[in-house]
């Protein structure tokens, strides 16, 4: 049944604790600067799951019905088991005593205007996106007549600039620094959306001009998200694991809201121009977050050089 079907997906969803953690295994074992570069490589390879699992989920549907993806995902899942078992050592020497420790750390996070700019960089960043896993399959079934295998090639698309955004940062993050690398990823990204709103309203409506201008959100996501999730684990760097944890919950939390709000906006008639907008409104706002984040950090730095504790 149904529900049955999305209890199995919610049991399932527990798996996001190994992109939650693994950020706080590179932070627990380089500074901030090198871990924006580790996380980029690191997102290089999980950037290979979603730029090819539609495109091979979208074959073994036809080919062989939608179980067969599940049946994939299980022994993908077992091989991750094995290997994590076996290969990942603890890293992290100064954990806390208890998990009521751990959320008596909260408030110390939640008081922090960095961790919150960081985080908030990375709901923007990343909401953009979900929004667009949440109305994309619509614009192209409603709007594009696209297929499982085509709309998997061009999601594709999205993924090719995600993991060539997390190379250029992997590369230069730590000779450009953490802020001007969320800055500028997260205006390649508003670039993308703005010239997609403009095509979109101008009545050009094809495959090309609504996933083309949408490799920008993925090249953008590639340069913001490793310095942005670099940045929120180093914000305390002894409460990395909680940090990772509590910036998670909110970036995803705040990606399914804005997922459900593309599916509410998109109609049969809207045509997809109100996805473009939200996607842009949060870019706009990923934006802003990063310069407010920087805006903290130095004045924080001049606090610290005038002796004044802020």
């Not at 996001?16 to 090198?34: C, E, F, H, K, N």
């Not at 998670?248 to 997922?259: H, P, Q, R, Y």
């Amino acid at each position: 049944t149904f529900e049955v079907f999305l209890a199995f997906r919610m049991m399932q969803a527990a798996v996001v604790t190994g992109l939650v953690l693994s950020r706080a295994v590179v932070r627990d074992m380089v500074p901030m600067d090198q871990a924006a570069s580790m996380i980029a490589y690191v997102t290089m390879g999980m950037t290979l799951a979603p730029m090819i699992g539609p495109t091979i989920g979208g074959f073994l549907e036809e080919a062989y019905g939608w179980q067969a993806s599940f049946m994939f995902l299980f022994v993908s899942g077992v091989i991750v088991l094995f290997i994590t078992w076996f290969d990942l050592a603890e890293t992290n020497h100064n954990r806390t005593s208890s998990m009521a420790g751990q959320f008596r750390s909260y408030p110390e996070l939640l008081t922090s205007r960095r961790f919150w700019g960081f985080t908030l960089t990375l709901a923007f960043t990343t909401g953009a996106f979900f929004a667009f896993l949440g109305g994309a399959p619509f614009v192209a079934e409603y709007h594009l007549h696209l297929g499982p295998t085509l709309l998997g090639l061009y999601f594709a698309l999205i993924g090719l600039g995600y993991m060539i955004g997390n190379y250029f940062s992997a590369r230069y993050s730590v000779r450009i620094g953490v802020f001007p690398m969320m800055m500028s990823g997260n205006v390649v990204m508003s670039a993308g959306l703005l010239l997609a709103c403009l095509l979109a309203f101008a009545g050009w409506v094809t495959p090309y001009t609504f996933f083309g201008p949408l490799f920008f959100v993925g090249l953008g996501n590639g340069m913001t998200l490793p310095s942005a999730n670099a940045g929120v684990v180093s914000v305390r760097p002894h409460l990395a694991g909680s940090a990772a944890g509590l910036s998670g919950a909110m970036m995803i939390g705040g990606g399914a809201g804005l997922s459900v709000l593309a599916g509410i906006l998109l109609t049969p008639q809207s045509g997809p121009l109100p996805l473009l907008i939200l996607m842009l409104i949060s870019g706009i706002l990923a934006f802003l977050s990063s310069l407010y984040t920087w805006h903290v950090d130095r004045t924080s730095d001049r606090a610290l050089e005038s002796g004044i504790r802020r």
